[in-house]
């Protein structure tokens, strides 16, 4: 029997691999989705072989996630709770479908992966398997056979599992980088300096600012200052120059999707930074009435990949919405990195919806100011009339009491 | 007959004032609405009399803007369009409110603006007077009597009236300063640096951060490093403190009342730091379900008050929420403040739903791994069927389809 | 050891009454909270006693109920996926309640109830229990001893039990009553006459309307035909005069907590019948901003109740919203019954927003029709500019591009 | 000069078709577009040419209305306000898509119909000319040369134009009857019997209910009783038959554009059966999640086309939205039609996510019980939590808490 496991390389996973194989008698093949984390990918596969694995999977699949995961989380705007950018929540569909095809490509119907019993990353993984391999049995061995660090260091020390003693849980993509545990677990305690990598703090960061122009086709990135490039390279690029001007840090209270609240810490300059440009562009270029209703379209697909519903139908609804409202989305953004800001300072478009002629107070301005009063009338009519009714005032609602009100009128007037 | 203006001593209402009495031949009342805009209120009074007011009315109203104003927008979140924390919306009802007294203290009959036909204010007022007096008379000379800016410098020129030269038209309050013309009209130009007065440049903020702890009860802050004072006082130290830090510049595009797109300009320094205080404190008080509705209601609240509307019983119904999710969203925050960036690092409260024995991923965790295999299955039971029924799996859905269904396993079974 | 039990006099919880003693030999304290449904409460306390009760307790809750529960339901409209009223749902906090206040006066540290591990009963139950009396322990055999129909027959025959063959499940109260089971699980099949008790065929209904006026204080009604009464007396006659009139059967297909769509099939006339009428009052007392809200609320309102999170903060702000929002919900509402038909037919307010002076098409109209051109002009201004633009108008949006445009007007006027 | 007239061949288009030669001294060309309303349109032409029109159109747009505007209605459950399906609203866009045609073809310049100033089709008209033909000027003499019913009558007799005495104002086509005017105005009084011309009262309707089987093609009806047919012919024949069956009346209070309420009466045979059975069928093959969210989608989209806002890009996002989301709605509704009743009681459909496998409470089920107890742990875990720390519960929110917590144990344990 064949099983397909999900491998970092780490210390859950490796000793998983090893317990596989140990409890179950299964042969084993590994598989390392490449999403942009930092790691030393031949040692990563040197060790699956090491522990057993009768074959392992490289797959790069980070041009992948920046066109289909990234461009559509920048599109919707993408903060989960107003604050975190996603990038965790994100990739995990896209292994999730790495994990499948290589299982049915291998003949395996087992997939494992090493997610704990209380976070996020459970749901994405196992709803994902069920909804792309009904057929496939989902393993989750730290739940479903209650490792515990300890057991899994001891575990580890027997088998030649090599144990880093690092404090802190990390995980990264392109798309940003998630710090968990020590310290970071008491809300009251600022991030220590040291859990920070890819943001100097703002103290050490360069006392000019830097201009970035990003230049939008139907809401996504196309070209950084000018230049032309692939989604995937400009990432890498603003999350270089953001990070170098200590933008993109994030800590807040989470709800995780099982009912625990948990304290959050990310670091994400390009997630920060491009969808600050992006939603400047959108006020420029869309009507009132569509942005007004893309803040729930947008809070809703957050909500929905955050939890892991990926393949739930109702995303698919809510891109059909915005990839019809993204149409305008073209023009250029200037943002100012400086001391941990990112702020727009300019912005562009062919679509824009700003008019100078209109919007201008100074005289040659196009806008006749006649127009106001009818509306303003109209506008409010309802709420002055319910403030009035409130305090007393009196409409007339049927016919016997408008002919009352006409004979009144009458009497007074003869 | 009388009249009552709003008289701030600039060109606008002081010609106003001149013309009232030219035109219409009224006695007129001015009254100047302090709501902590940076003005020398005696000259304002010398100039009132100087172009004719009869009587002059300086009204301050700095504490009721706080208690009855500024906190609700605090409880609200209140940012119009994600951006803008609403000063001069804000301030407007209560202006209205006081020019009302006047009227009916003095028994005047028109009330008169110095607003344009273009902007928000003429909405937040007229609605305002409609709600409050609807039996007076509305009287919004600039755009009834079509005022230019160059015929106006040559009135005034003729009436002894001064005129400056001022490119930016500014209004503030307690709450923030909103900054607009000149080239601020151009969306694609950054704000220079000469039109910010309340926030220094991060460039020339201290290199050193400064920690603010905030407490709130009931949403509203009622303490600065553990000091309790009144939320007039703790705006104006915040404002201080925060702007020393270059903590409040907004720049964004704002969609007016009149259907016109804007681009806006705000210091905002308290607004900004108090709001994201008070915000990361809701997170760790209040359940997911409250907070995901909650965003509705406050984007809605500040709907209503940035278009005018603050006399529609929505708002009291809004309220009506408001006040009751508050009771729990007591604490303390800490803010750090530093080179532009106001950060929350840490939060406390005896009503949070974090609990660290839950949350924790230490061995100590009270929480039961197990009970997420059957969270999992049924909260993403309805996306993964749907995922497989449109590719291809059946459901049974009538009795007789089930009846062949139980036939053909007993078949398979014989 | 003492458990409470929350009893019904059916077989199941007639046997789960045996089982307890027998199984976990514990004191069982039975509890039949009456909340309309029609039963023989003797009967029921007769059996108790015999199946082994040490105590039993019958609880007149119907005021209570009509008053502190389904009073909301009217104020919110209350209607799960725009069909269901709630009647069953809304109960259930209260037996809730009533069961836990015997547990803790009798010192019963053991909650137990005869649902089953797939309704939403057990959400409801479980949930409120926990909430109340979070140290108690929370017994559910028919999931948890895995109690089968079959079995529990061949139990009730063996125990003196008495079995009834009834196809359907029943539960019912005064503000509605569900049916279950049989051929109802065929959503291609009609419900079979049999199945209603509540309400006549229409085909059986009276040739004649009947008119009901319903009086409205608050958005609760209180008064009937003229009559005032308590809510209790009223909904029970308007369950009875709708019910002839064949007003009220519910036939949906609906989402149950746990995740199941299930085809349910209610009777609820009354329900039916008051909700009709306050959603027609509210849209004549309250304005368009508040009533284009309220929707969302109400919807929210129904879903926390459906789903057993009775005691969620957000039913809290929710209700906070309504009771501010339905100060003006006074008033009278005139229904026709007819053959299956409740139609609103005639509706009055003081508190009404319609005033006929101003909506008459007639002549003596107050309405000024010059109001509406600046009102449609700035109303629609944005969507009529983004449907241009979007046809290759062209805005001016730097200043640059202005000074060009003037410069090409001058040239051409030159 | 010439000018296009959207004609009726009523008293005011008539009147105005005189008055524009008179007053304007233009040529006009008539324009009536059949969109379904039951009258004789060679009357109309022989009524143009004899008041004047140059030229005269009549254009058969059923189709068109039928496939590209009632098809999105079904779609989108519209009704606004929960009560209108908007027939003479989704009309209105076609009429001025067709009146731009003649304008452009013509050369005509301006664009003139018989709209007041107090209703909503005004709007419509307005924002669609403005939008589809910038350059037009639009006339629009009711509420612009201030023509009264008095003026209108006495101006017809001197010009030959017959005058009707019709009490009711009446706009009708193939989605609806819209009637106003008279003691229609008064909302207390109950409309009289002889408003209703599709639709006969249920007393009258035939003693046997009628079952009609609608079938849906992503979203829309493409077949009755299972003949395929055009939606032009199914929506036709639906009218009749359910108007036969007294199916379709609508009264209730509505919000005008313009900030009126006023009382509307319509009938919508059709309209009604078709949404309702459009909307079970919804239930039965969308998830939860998607249908709830399309409740906010739906109650938009109504929204903006009864508010003349159809060129709006959100509309097409919404539709976006929903053709995404309508690819699932395939399969059968059986509706009963009885007495003024439209019931639906059976759905059927290979996209169901109703499985009776599944939902069934017999022992076949295939549903996990087990399931149950962990989602309702997790589901319910915040809003106990919630209550809980309300009544005096205490979370170890830091880590010094959580030492001393534990510390505290130790001792007990001790």
Wanted: net charge negative; with cysteine.
């Amino acid at each position: 029997m064949k099983a397909v496991l999900a491998y970092s390389g780490g210390l859950d996973t490796s000793v998983i691999l090893k317990l596989m194989q140990e409890k179950l008698g299964v042969e084993v093949i590994t598989v390392t989705v490449d999403v942009g984390q930092k790691d030393e990918f031949e040692k990563i596969e040197e060790k699956a072989y090491k522990f057993g694995a009768v074959k392992h999977y490289y797959i790069d699949a980070k041009e992948e996630f920046a066109n289909e995961y990234v461009s559509k989380a920048i599109k919707a705007n993408a903060l989960y709770e107003k604050a975190y950018p996603l990038a965790t929540a994100l990739a995990r569909p896209l292994i999730v479908e790495k994990l499948v095809e290589v299982a049915k490509k291998e003949g395996a119907n087992i997939i494992a992966h090493g997610c704990t019993g209380k976070g996020n990353d459970q749901v994405r993984f196992n709803l994902g398997i069920k909804a792309l391999m009904p057929e496939a049995e989902i393993l989750q061995p730290v739940a479903e056979w209650n490792l515990t660090r300890d057991w899994e260091m001891e575990y580890a020390k027997k088998h030649g599992i090599p144990v880093s003693d690092k404090i802190y849980s990390i995980d990264e993509n392109i798309w940003g980088r998630s710090i968990e545990g020590g310290v970071l677990e008491d809300p009251f305690a600022e991030p220590p300096e040291e859990v920070w990598e890819w943001t100097v703090s703002p103290a050490k960061a360069p006392d000019e600012p830097e201009y970035l122009t990003i230049e939008f086709e139907n809401g996504v990135p196309v070209a950084l200052n000018g230049e032309k490039m692939p989604l995937l390279e400009l990432v890498l690029k603003v999350n270089e120059i953001a990070g170098k001007h200590g933008v993109g840090r994030i800590d807040h209270i989470e709800d995780r999707t099982v009912g625990i609240k948990s304290r959050e810490v990310y670091e994400a300059p390009a997630a920060v930074t491009l969808i600050k440009a992006h939603y400047d562009l959108e006020k420029l270029t869309m009507t009132k009435w569509l942005l007004e209703f893309k803040e729930f379209v947008d809070s809703k697909w957050s909500w929905l990949v955050y939890n892991g519903l990926w393949y739930e139908p109702l995303r698919h609804a809510l891109e059909g919405f915005i990839d019809e409202a993204e149409k305008v989305v073209n023009g250029e953004v200037k943002v100012k990195l400086w001391k941990g800001n990112a702020v727009v300072v300019g912005r562009h478009s062919d679509n824009a919806l700003y008019d100078i002629k209109v919007a201008t107070y100074e005289k040659f301005s196009t806008f006749d100011q006649k127009l106001a009063k009818g509306f303003i009338e109209l506008f409010g009519m309802q709420s002055v009339l319910a403030y009035n009714v409130m305090h007393g005032a009196k409409t007339v609602t049927s016919i016997s009491e408008l002919k009352e009100t006409i004979k009144e009128i009458e009497k007074l007037a003869s």
